[in-house]
């Protein structure tokens, strides 16, 4: 991936870095409903800010969106495919700031399980485990019936955290489901790395690193589903 960054003339921008764009790129699909709310808000999108800045770490701090970066790609260890997030936001709530891994979602499923994506393993993808894993200071055999690209997106964060400078790293679900679709998946990792879980709160769970990490699921609008 190229380090220099394009502005962004509108949605229609955003469909050219999605790997498939004649796929992904539908009315009701995440991909175009999170490109239609993160342009329409120029900023964070109200469901996002509010989940830090109602969060009593940040406690009425306005949080601030630095930059946005669609289709985010980090490389990680065991193989030559990176993790792409959404969108990778640089934000600031008070003096403090924060590297925020964004996954939209539908009703997308979050992959594969762990133990799925380990069937016919391959040394590279056991050596990317154990990474994703040393990182959040979970055990391999404890994480298997929970979902991979979980694992990956917040790793993600936490790699560019450290590689920008920032002070703490976020994984954010923005989900535009109206009935929560794979929120149960969501909850059941966050609950593994010590948080609670909970639809529209931000989480604090501490990193083996002894670093804060934030986690958290938000819903979109509806409309979006439609633009």
Known sequence: MSKILIPSNGPEDWRRLLAKPDLHWKIGRSARAMANAW?????????????????????DEQPELLVAMPEWKVPLPGGVRESQSDVFALIRCGTRTLAVAVEGKVDETLGPTVEE?????SDGKQERLSFLCGHLNLMIEKVLPLRYQLFHR???????????????????????????????????FALALGG???RGELDRVRLGSGKSLYLGWVTGELRYLSA
């Not at 994506?117 to 393993?121: R, S």
């Not at 450290?162 to 679709?181: N, P």
């Open 196 to 198: 609670s879980g909970r």
């Open 154 to 188: 917040t790793v993600s964060a936490i790699i560019e955290c450290e590689r920008f400078g920032m002070d703490y790293a976020a994984m954010v679900i923005h989900s535009f489901s109206q009935e929560h679709a794979w929120f149960e998946d969501y909850r059941a």
């Open 39 to 59: 342009e329409e808000a120029g900023d964070l999108p109200n469901e996002i800010a509010h989940l830090f800045k109602d969060h009593p770490d940040f406690l």
């Open 117 to 121: 994506w380990l069937v016919g393993a």
